[in-house]
């Protein structure tokens, strides 16, 4: 069984940092394209970053390019998030998630709430 366990979030000051860890089992890990979504209230869930099986390509969605880094550790199974420069506008549940066997997997999310 697929599972992905989200980590790292929590409050932080605008202009803060944090970084968020997603643990996968169930699946092997270092052949498959990870993601981090958010998702505010009221809002549709958003792309924010994916990162291929090896980890030497990267895409961002433009509203974090420059602030936010993927990247993986194939050998501990586990998917990045490091988030710099937050603002205010950040704030939302961060979910990790894959495709694997023809369905999209996702974590319970961590909550990331940037406020002074």
């Known amino acids: 069984q697929v599972q992905l366990v989200e980590s790292g979030g929590g409050l932080v000051q605008p202009g803060g940092s944090l970084r968020l860890s997603c643990a996968a089992s169930?699946?092997?890990?270092?052949?498959?394209?990870m993601t981090w979504y958010r998702q505010a209230p009221g809002k549709e869930r958003e792309l924010i970053a994916v990162?291929?099986?090896?980890?030497?390509?990267?895409n961002y969605a433009e509203f974090v390019k420059g602030r936010f880094t993927i990247s993986r550790d194939n050998a501990k199974n586990t998917v990045y998030l490091q988030m710099n420069s937050l603002k205010p506008e950040d704030t939302a549940v961060y979910y990790c998630?894959?495709?694997?066997?023809?369905?999209?997997?996702w974590g319970q999310g961590t909550q990331v709430t940037v406020s002074s």
């Open positions: 990162i291929d099986s090896i980890g030497s390509n990267t």
């Open positions: 169930g699946f092997a890990f270092s052949n498959y394209v």
């Open positions: 998630n894959t495709y694997y066997r023809n369905s999209d997997w």
